[in-house]
């Protein structure tokens, strides 16, 4: 079936840091990729989208490139800041329809 | 900017209670979707909607049901709330299948 696997958290890095959160995925066809951002309170937020392979998705200084050859869509950033901490969900979304499928989460921590 | 409110952010109910959860989307969108969060689990979906009047299951609506009866509000029902209802549930709506869906800020719902 379709789903989407992501690294378990929660990670906790210093400021300035550099991510990487793992997310890999299984879907039939060619499904549309997204990271979202839960920020603590909040409800989810798109942070970037590729719906294409090679695609890479860029927002807030974070990027993510779809690569079919290994299926994955690994979310990326040079520089963390405090206001990072959140939880990041990778999605796919099957571009027959509408449904989107999540990841579990991974929660991160940016001390400062 | 898209607004999606929910009516409570916080509900605590018994068992055996019917609760209802209250969406409102301002931005005449076409699809409106209920999830609920849970730790380890990431998002599922429950119930969504295409239009005004129709409804389709998820993949997990067992003890829910929906109901829209304008455009922009989308109502999640328990008939008989459950302690396994306690969750974090999550309205979201886009403007056409395809879309981005934009989500409300959630309903943490304790079932006692």
């Known amino acids: 079936g379709n789903s989407v696997t992501q690294m378990e958290g929660p990670v906790t890095l210093s400021e300035e840091a550099f991510l990487t959160i793992n997310c890999t995925y299984t879907?039939?066809?060619?499904?549309?990729l997204f990271w979202y951002v839960q920020y603590p309170g909040e409800g989810l937020q798109l942070l970037l989208k590729a719906t294409k392979a090679d695609d890479k998705g860029s927002n807030k200084g974070f990027e993510a490139t779809y690569r079919k050859e290994t299926t994955s869509f690994h979310l990326e950033k040079g520089s963390v800041q405090v206001s990072d901490s959140a939880v990041y969900f990778c999605?796919?979304?099957?571009?027959?329809?509408?449904?989107?499928?999540f990841g579990k989460g991974t929660r991160l921590h940016i001390l400062p | 900017d898209v607004k999606v409110t929910q009516s409570s952010r916080y509900l605590v109910k018994r068992t055996g209670e019917k609760v209802f959860l209250e969406c409102v989307q301002d931005?005449?969108?076409?699809?409106m979707f209920w999830y609920r969060q849970d730790p380890g689990l990431g998002l599922r979906l429950i119930y969504f909607?295409?239009?005004?009047?129709?409804?389709e299951k998820g993949d997990i609506p067992e003890g829910y049901s929906v109901s829209r009866e304008k455009k922009e509000r989308f109502s999640l029902i328990l008939e008989s709330a459950s302690t396994n209802q306690t969750s974090m549930y999550l309205c979201?709506?886009?403007?056409?299948?395809?879309?981005?869906?934009?989500f409300g800020p959630g309903t943490r719902l304790t079932v006692l």
């Open positions: 879907a039939t066809g060619y499904p549309s």
């Open positions: 909607s295409y239009d005004v009047k129709m409804k």
């Open positions: 931005m005449d969108h076409e699809n």
């Open positions: 999605a796919l979304r099957l571009n027959r329809d509408d449904k989107i499928i």
């Open positions: 979201a709506s886009s403007p056409t299948v395809g879309n981005t869906q934009y």
